[in-house]
């Protein structure tokens, strides 16, 4: 029973997900179907202003031209399995910083300064997926385990002392013969 429900969610799902990559050409080309000149439009739950841009279909042109793209990428991060895939955060703020930018009142300096805060999130992006590459690497490329290479490195160790603390009992051994 638990188990048909967990099969039903997840079609269900998945078809959402199917329906939204499939329409996004769609969508992503709908602002030509806007009137040129006008200064808002009316839809059924909001209205939509040209927010500083000559009118609303240049400024609905700018938010799908950032928007589409970060849904893509948004939906390939959440259900990519590869071990790669925390740098897709790297486009993720990317489009995040730059439709923000857009959505603000300043319209002046769009995709300009978005760049010092891509940089942050990629100087922690990078690092994380390089030593998990690396790991993955010397796991199953060259076959080291890490885990076994400490535990045989933890047994060398304990070998190294057992055998000065043997050196040190015979020394005491033989000084104990000499006195005797």
Do not use: C
Not at 62 to 90: D, E
Not at 93 to 108: A, E
Not at 127 to 139: N, T
């Amino acid at each position: 029973m638990g188990n048909r429900r967990h099969i039903r969610t997840k079609l269900i799902i998945e078809g959402l997900l199917a329906l939204i990559i499939a329409t996004t050409p769609l969508i992503f080309y709908s602002h030509k179907y806007i009137l040129d000149g006008k200064q808002e439009l009316d839809l059924l739950f909001f209205t939509l202003s040209a927010n500083g841009f000559a009118d609303v279909k240049t400024a609905i042109w700018f938010y799908l031209l950032k928007f589409i793209p970060l849904i893509l990428l948004v939906i390939w991060f959440t259900t990519s399995k590869q071990w790669w895939y925390h740098a897709i955060l790297v486009p993720i703020s990317m489009y995040s910083f730059q439709l923000f930018s857009v959505f603000s009142s300043d319209n002046d300096s769009i995709d300009e300064n978005e760049i010092f805060y891509i940089i942050a999130v990629t100087m922690v992006v990078v690092p994380v997926v390089y030593f998990i590459r690396v790991k993955l690497v010397d796991k199953h490329v060259h076959g080291i385990d890490l885990e076994a290479m400490d535990t045989e490195l933890q047994i060398l160790k304990e070998k190294e002392e057992l055998r000065k603390e043997r050196e040190k009992l015979e020394q005491r051994q033989n000084t104990l013969a000499k006195k005797m």
